[in-house]
């Protein structure tokens, strides 16, 4: 099974960028749909974008649509989310999941987990 293992959050003021990566260890890729989840404390966890196994189809909440865009490398083995004009509703920790299915947009659809990265806006 594949491990997955996120990096790039931080600390950024409102209006910034981040660049998150979900790089994979154990497995190729290529199999999976990915996506990305957010989850902020006392909050529930969110979807926030998810890509088909060949990069051909991209899928955004609402919240994240124009702002944020997730892309693969299947050759390294790592899925990307650029994050842009970030807002402080934005901070949360950013978990990288893989599927052996077609996109959905609802935890529960995913197999695989990364630990989590921390984004933290501030206003």
């Known amino acids: 099974q594949p491990q997955l293992v996120e990096s790039g959050g931080g600390l950024v003021q409102a209006g910034g960028s981040l660049r998150l990566s979900c790089e994979a260890s154990?497995?190729?890729?290529?199999?999976?749909?990915m996506a990305w989840f957010r989850q902020a404390p006392g909050k529930e966890r969110d979807f926030v974008a998810a890509i088909s196994w060949d990069g051909g189809n991209t899928y955004y909440a609402d919240s994240t649509k124009g702002r944020f865009t997730i892309s693969r490398d299947n050759g390294e083995n790592t899925v990307y989310l650029q994050m842009n004009s970030l807002k402080p509703e934005d901070t949360a920790v950013y978990y990288c999941?893989?599927?052996?299915?077609?996109?959905?947009?609802?935890?529960?659809?995913?197999?695989?987990w990364g630990q989590g990265t921390q984004v933290t806006v501030s206003s």
């Open positions: 154990g497995h190729f890729l290529s199999s999976y749909t």
């Open positions: 999941a893989a599927s052996r299915g077609l996109y959905s947009g609802y935890g529960r659809d995913y197999d695989y």
